[in-house]
């Protein structure tokens, strides 16, 4: 099992012990992902990155934590290997998006 899969079992036995399975369906989940991306993103409002990453990491990291785990339960909800959406978008990005360094 990889890491991927190891944490979103955990995120969906957490979710399981709580009863919260009939919320998350993959409407409701894209929605709650978005709303914690906002959170992640109010954190810089009115600062600079820099300031941000010194002032308020801890907040920066809570939300990513959301954002994260919003992420892995609508994979689950919506039966998406996550591991095998990223690599087939990195080989995806990378025919449209060619390294400069290919090109040598």
Known sequence: MNEVQRLMDEVIRFRNERDWAFHHNPKDLALSLSLEASELL??????????ALETKK??????????LIYALTFAHAAGIDVSKAIEDKLVK????????????
Request: a negative charge.
């Open 93 to 104: 990005n990378a025919v449209k998006y060619p390294s400069p360094q290919s090109n040598a």
């Open 42 to 51: 109010e954190v810089f409002q009115w600062v600079s990155s820099e300031e």
């Open 58 to 67: 801890t907040e920066m990291e809570e939300e990513l934590a959301d954002v």
